[in-house]
Every structure is written in structure tokens, then in C-alpha cells.
């Protein structure tokens, strides 16, 4: 089984995240200060090399902490820091040049809460050039320490979006509990009621007139059946937005069938918003697999944009040739992604067939 391509699921969701390495080394051009300064620091050969190589160790550590070794921020600052004292050995406090790299990385990459406390201590390390009698440089007035500032702002901009976030999926977990329960109460109020006072009344009719109560009686059992069905379509809708839930049972329904799966991404991967959308997208195309594709092995990817659903089956030509054509379920999954603004597109996988939902 050829499974999906899954790069537009595990492509980050902003520009930032996917290109921060080359917008951290578009400012790798001010390490020309502290290259000049070791060129003037010393005539020697062997430490004038030690110092470039000093330097371009650090921005390479730079480039990797937003990149590679984004994940290990506490290492990459570690190795900075001990790039950055090497430095000075030889250039001395003009290393100060370097704490600029030092703030920005604290203020964007480090963990809370530790990074507010690390990245004042980078920003007052300039103060040290006073100790060396030259001044304190100026630039550091005019631009260093604004940009440091200034990704601080942009650190707590962005975890307040973070927590906005949350709380309005919160907000709106907290609302559909509360809209499943209205509609539960409502359902099940009315129909026992209803019951009760049918079954009083078969009750006294039992003896009196014996067809009016066996009627009474049919009616009670079209009540139950009825409020049986709506009770499931509340609880159903509540299924429906429990990701986490499909994901433990579409693995059992499909080995049952004798369908081997594998699942690639977690629910923390998904949008919030559309996890209810995705949880009846993965219900219906499972359901799907197991009646009509004949395969041995489903691939369920997830992701920021949205889910892919491959099978090794018999593909969209069907068990006996032709194109198969689209069921009410299908059709009802296309209208939900569509007016989620999403896009759905059934692929021929070669073999089998891939259902890829791509949402805003």
C-alpha cells in the first residue's frame, strides 16, 4: 500500500514556525563585529582562527536552535552561552556583541518560566562593558536592546493567543456538554411522561375495555422506540466531537474485520475547531472501509490541516470494475467539509483508495 503524502498535515500552521531558521539568520550579518574584533584582537594565526571558529560554531548552534534542535532549547541556549564565553577569551568584553542572539533565542525558545528570568539576565550581561572603562556602546540603546523588548512582546502576545485559544475551546466543550444534556433532559422528560400516563391508563383499561389498552400498549412501545432514536441522535452528535473516542474504536471495528491500522498524528495535532468534523469524517470513512473496500490495512494520518484515510482495497473502480458511485454517506461527509470550508478528494492510492480532508 502506497499511504499519503501527510506534508501538508505536519507543515507547521504559520510562516514563523516553518521559516524561523532563515529569518534567525538574517540577523547573523551583525556577527561581522565580533569577526572584525578578532581579527584585531590578536596577530596570531592559530587564535584568530580559534576565535572565527568560535563564531560560526554559534551560528550554527543559532540556526539549529530554530531548526532541528528547536525541541531542545535548554541545550542550544547551554551551548551558546559556552560559545559565547569562548569568545571572550579572546575578543574580550567585546563579546558583548553576541548577547543580542542570547536575548532573542531566551525570549522565543525557552520554556516557562524560566524564560523571563534568563532573558533579563542576557539583556543587563551589556553592563559588564563598563567594568572594561570604554563606555557603555550606544547601540545597544538604539537597537539591541529594542529587539530583545520586542520579542519579549511577541512571546507574550502569542502565549496570550495560546490561552485565548483554549479557553474558547473550553468555552465551547462547556456548551455542547451543556446543549447534549438540555436536549437529553428534553427528550427523555417528555417521552417517560408521556409513557407514564399511557401505561396508567392501559392500566385501567386492561379489564374495562381490553383493545383500548393493547392500543395504549402499541403506542407506549412507538413512544420508547422513538425517544430510543432521538437519544441516540443526541448521544451520536456527542460521539461525533470526541476525537479521541473514534480513534480507540476505529482500530477495533476495523480488526474485527480483519483490517490491520495504523495511525500517524495524534488529536493534539488537529485543529480544535474541527476535531468534531474530523471525528465523523474518520466514523463514516472507516465504516466505509469495512463494507465495501476488501482491504487488509488502513493508514489514518492527522494533522493541522486536516485527516487522510488510505486502504490497500479494491480502489474507487470497485470490486467489479467501473467507478463506484457515492453513497449517502459519502455525500453527507462532502457537504459537512464543504461548509467547513474545507475540501474533500477521494485518490486512487494504487492500490486502494485515500479519503483526504483538507480544512482551513
Request: with cysteine; hydrophobic share 50%.
Given at each position: 500500500?502506497?499511504?499519503?503524502?501527510?506534508?501538508?498535515?505536519?507543515?507547521?500552521?504559520?510562516?514563523?514556525?516553518?521559516?524561523?531558521w532563515v529569518f534567525a539568520g538574517i540577523w547573523l550579518v551583525f556577527l561581522v563585529y565580533p569577526v572584525i574584533e578578532t581579527f584585531q584582537s590578536t596577530d596570531s594565526v592559530v587564535v584568530t582562527t580559534l576565535g572565527l571558529t568560535f563564531i560560526?560554531?554559534?551560528?550554527?548552534?543559532?540556526?539549529?536552535?530554530?531548526g532541528w534542535l528547536a525541541h531542545r532549547p535548554w541545550l542550544v541556549?547551554?551551548?551558546?552561552?559556552?560559545?559565547?564565553?569562548?569568545?571572550?577569551?579572546?575578543i574580550g568584553v567585546e563579546a558583548i556583541g553576541l548577547t543580542p542572539y542570547l536575548g532573542v533565542y531566551s525570549a522565543l525558545m525557552l520554556p516557562s518560566p524560566w524564560w523571563p528570568r534568563t532573558t533579563l539576565a542576557v539583556a543587563l550581561l551589556p553592563l559588564l562593558s563598563l567594568v572594561a572603562g570604554d563606555g557603555f556602546p550606544v547601540f545597544f540603546f538604539?537597537?539591541?536592546?529594542?529587539?530583545?523588548?520586542?520579542?519579549?512582546?511577541?512571546?507574550?502576545?502569542?502565549?496570550g493567543e495560546h490561552r485565548a485559544d483554549e479557553s474558547r475551546a473550553m468555552l465551547a466543550l462547556v456548551a455542547e456538554r451543556e446543549r447534549v444534556a438540555r436536549d437529553v433532559h428534553d427528550v427523555l422528560g417528555h417521552s417517560l411522561t408521556a409513557m407514564s400516563i399511557k401505561a396508567e391508563l392501559a392500566a385501567r383499561l386492561i379489564d374495562v375495555d381490553p383493545d383500548r389498552a393493547r392500543a395504549e400498549l402499541e403506542s407506549i412501545q412507538e413512544t420508547a422506540r422513538q425517544a430510543l432514536a432521538e437519544v441516540r441522535a443526541t448521544?451520536?452528535?456527542?460521539?461525533?466531537?470526541?476525537?479521541?473516542?473514534?480513534?480507540?474504536?476505529?482500530?477495533?471495528?476495523?480488526?474485527d474485520a480483519g483490517?490491520?491500522?495504523?495511525?500517524?498524528?495524534?488529536?493534539?495535532?488537529?485543529?480544535?475547531?474541527h476535531r468534531t468534523l474530523l471525528a465523523w469524517v474518520l466514523r463514516e470513512a472507516v465504516t466505509n472501509v469495512v463494507r465495501h473496500a476488501r482491504a487488509s490495512c488502513v493508514v489514518v494520518e492527522l494533522g493541522p490541516r486536516g485527516i487522510t484515510v488510505t486502504d490497500d482495497g479494491t480502489g474507487l473502480a470497485g470490486p467489479a470494475g467501473g467507478t463506484t458511485p457515492e453513497g449517502n454517506g459519502l455525500r453527507g461527509m462532502r457537504e459537512r467539509v464543504s461548509d467547513a470550508g474545507g475540501t474533500l478528494e477521494l485518490l486512487d492510492a494504487h492500490p486502494g483508495t485515500r479519503v483526504?480532508?483538507?480544512l482551513p
Amino acid at each position: 500500500m502506497t499511504p499519503a503524502d501527510p506534508s501538508y498535515l505536519t507543515s507547521p500552521v504559520s510562516p514563523w514556525e516553518r521559516w524561523a531558521w532563515v529569518f534567525a539568520g538574517i540577523w547573523l550579518v551583525f556577527l561581522v563585529y565580533p569577526v572584525i574584533e578578532t581579527f584585531q584582537s590578536t596577530d596570531s594565526v592559530v587564535v584568530t582562527t580559534l576565535g572565527l571558529t568560535f563564531i560560526a560554531a554559534f551560528a550554527v548552534v543559532y540556526l539549529a536552535g530554530y531548526g532541528w534542535l528547536a525541541h531542545r532549547p535548554w541545550l542550544v541556549f547551554g551551548l551558546l552561552v559556552a560559545l559565547a564565553l569562548a569568545t571572550a577569551t579572546i575578543i574580550g568584553v567585546e563579546a558583548i556583541g553576541l548577547t543580542p542572539y542570547l536575548g532573542v533565542y531566551s525570549a522565543l525558545m525557552l520554556p516557562s518560566p524560566w524564560w523571563p528570568r534568563t532573558t533579563l539576565a542576557v539583556a543587563l550581561l551589556p553592563l559588564l562593558s563598563l567594568v572594561a572603562g570604554d563606555g557603555f556602546p550606544v547601540f545597544f540603546f538604539l537597537m539591541v536592546w529594542p529587539i530583545i523588548i520586542g520579542m519579549v512582546l511577541l512571546r507574550l502576545f502569542t502565549e496570550g493567543e495560546h490561552r485565548a485559544d483554549e479557553s474558547r475551546a473550553m468555552l465551547a466543550l462547556v456548551a455542547e456538554r451543556e446543549r447534549v444534556a438540555r436536549d437529553v433532559h428534553d427528550v427523555l422528560g417528555h417521552s417517560l411522561t408521556a409513557m407514564s400516563i399511557k401505561a396508567e391508563l392501559a392500566a385501567r383499561l386492561i379489564d374495562v375495555d381490553p383493545d383500548r389498552a393493547r392500543a395504549e400498549l402499541e403506542s407506549i412501545q412507538e413512544t420508547a422506540r422513538q425517544a430510543l432514536a432521538e437519544v441516540r441522535a443526541t448521544v451520536g452528535g456527542l460521539r461525533a466531537g470526541n476525537l479521541e473516542a473514534e480513534l480507540a474504536a476505529a482500530p477495533q471495528v476495523l480488526a474485527d474485520a480483519g483490517i490491520e491500522t495504523r495511525v500517524l498524528g495524534s488529536v493534539a495535532d488537529t485543529d480544535p475547531r474541527h476535531r468534531t468534523l474530523l471525528a465523523w469524517v474518520l466514523r463514516e470513512a472507516v465504516t466505509n472501509v469495512v463494507r465495501h473496500a476488501r482491504a487488509s490495512c488502513v493508514v489514518v494520518e492527522l494533522g493541522p490541516r486536516g485527516i487522510t484515510v488510505t486502504d490497500d482495497g479494491t480502489g474507487l473502480a470497485g470490486p467489479a470494475g467501473g467507478t463506484t458511485p457515492e453513497g449517502n454517506g459519502l455525500r453527507g461527509m462532502r457537504e459537512r467539509v464543504s461548509d467547513a470550508g474545507g475540501t474533500l478528494e477521494l485518490l486512487d492510492a494504487h492500490p486502494g483508495t485515500r479519503v483526504q480532508v483538507v480544512l482551513p
